[in-house]
T-cell receptor, first 112, second 114 residues
């Protein structure tokens, strides 16, 4: 079945450091891939998405590229801020667009 | 566009009681989803509606759980005879078949079963 594996956290960085959170997936066909972010006490917010191979999703300085050959969708940001501290979830949906399959989440903590 | 809303935001109940949660999706979205999220885990799919039809249910949705979307707008999720293991965040999301697979989430209902 479909599954998502993302790197274990927590990830602790200093402000302005480079961020990478790894995400790999297993799926049949051509899934869509997503990164969601959950700030403390809030619901899930869509951060970025990619719907086909080689697409790059980007938002708020975050980027991720849909790599079908390595079945990966790693999240990157060149310079993190304290306000980026949150839990990040990688997810996929199948071509029918029904259930999202989520990874376990990676907690990011950025200190000034 | 007011986004997905959920009510209540928090619910504390005693074991054995019934609880009902409500979700109002984004107005033009015809698809509605329920997920459950426990501490330290990603959300897990429970069920999915397209308009008023419930098209898919997870095996996580035991007989004590029932969901409805009677007029294809808002949805309710009822848990009967609650157990301590039902304590979790219940998330609702909606999407539009017209605009692709992106699901937009509400703030969630946090259930605590004592």
């Amino acid at each position: 079945g479909n599954s998502v594996t993302q790197m274990e956290g927590p990830v602790t960085l200093s402000e302005e450091a480079f961020l990478t959170i790894n995400c790999t997936y297993t799926a049949t066909g051509y899934p869509s891939l997503f990164w969601y972010v959950q700030y403390p006490g809030e619901g899930l917010q869509l951060l970025l998405k990619a719907t086909k191979a080689d697409d790059k999703g980007s938002n708020k300085g975050f980027e991720a590229t849909y790599r079908k050959e390595t079945t990966s969708f790693h999240l990157e940001k060149g310079s993190v801020q304290v306000s980026d501290s949150a839990v990040y979830f990688c997810a996929l949906s199948d071509q029918a667009g029904t259930a999202l399959i989520f990874g376990k989440g990676t907690t990011l903590s950025v200190s000034s | 566009d007011t986004g997905v809303s959920q009510d209540p935001r928090h619910k504390i109940t005693k074991r054995g009681q019934n609880v009902t949660f409500r979700c109002d999706p984004i107005s033009e979205h015809n698809r509605l989803y329920w997920y459950r999220q426990t501490l330290g885990q990603g959300p897990e799919f429970l069920t999915y509606f397209q308009n008023e039809a419930q098209l898919e249910k997870s095996r996580l949705l035991s007989d004590r759980f029932s969901a409805e979307r009677p007029k294809g707008s808002f949805s309710t999720l009822e848990i009967q005879r609650t157990e301590q293991g039902d304590s979790a965040m219940y998330l609702c999301a909606s999407s539009s078949r017209t605009y692709g697979p992106t699901q937009y989430f509400g703030p969630g209902t946090r259930l605590t079963v004592l």
